[in-house]
């Protein structure tokens, strides 16, 4: 209980005194701030001040096609169409569909660490308001009648004091006329499927050892609410994807007609096309 209000008394000082930017730590000036007040297209604009100063969010890269329909991992060649890639027809998905706004690389990658590690939990309503706009470019709201958020196991909740991933998503009904955004905050349900068994960190786990390491790790506290429910599964960051697709696994063997995934950030750079070879 101490570490989540010392979380909330470091968060609301950084809120109202920010240090600067927080990826490169440069003091913010009138340049920075006008910068910051006129960003370029495709970069956390308005919702990132006044985290980033203009050059950290221009390190931004938006998740974008060509990419795989399936595990939306961009392709390199500019030239390609969205496709399945080999990944997901070599491993078929319990999911969907996953998205993600950006790369986990640079600013973002670094305000996430500051969230996450860092208990700057002030972040979270700008990062989910990035994370908001992600879900009306990728989703429809109305093919969506549930969204939950990955779960934390208990003792690794009471040791960071927080869940991320539903931190993100705590304000989407507040900071927008839900009547017009088709977005109630009804849908948003927190404990449908809880992790029932406290996980080894994924960090530095091989594909694999991911997979094992969360295979039954998740449990529906009701079935019956997910039977025939379309379902947003929302995460923080998409690495290999062994955790959405366990929480999918175990959402689609309770009844659910359909489950997508969209997280804020997305492990790993654009994939070349395999080489033919010639005659074959």
Known sequence: MHAFFSHVIKSMTDAIYPPGCFVCGEPYDDAHKNACSRPPPDVPDREMHPYLCSGCAAAFTPIQSPMCTVCGRMFASADAEDHVCGDCTGTPKRFNSARAVGLYTDSLM??????????????????????YKGFFRWYDPRNIDMIVPVPL?????????????????????????????????GRIIRNVIVRQRNTRSQTTLSRKERQENVRGAFQLTDPAMVKDKRILVIDDVYTTGATVNECARTLMAGGAARVDVLTLARVGGAISPPVSTPGR
Do not use: E, M, P
């Open 110 to 131: 670094a305000l996430i660490h500051q969230l996450k590690y860092n208990g700057r939990t002030g972040l979270a309503r700008s990062l989910g308001a990035l994370l």
């Open 153 to 185: 196991h208990g003792r690794k909740f009471r040791q960071r004091g927080f869940n991320q991933s539903y931190l993100l998503i705590r304000q989407w009904g507040r900071s927008v006329d839900i009547s017009d955004s088709g977005i109630d905050t």
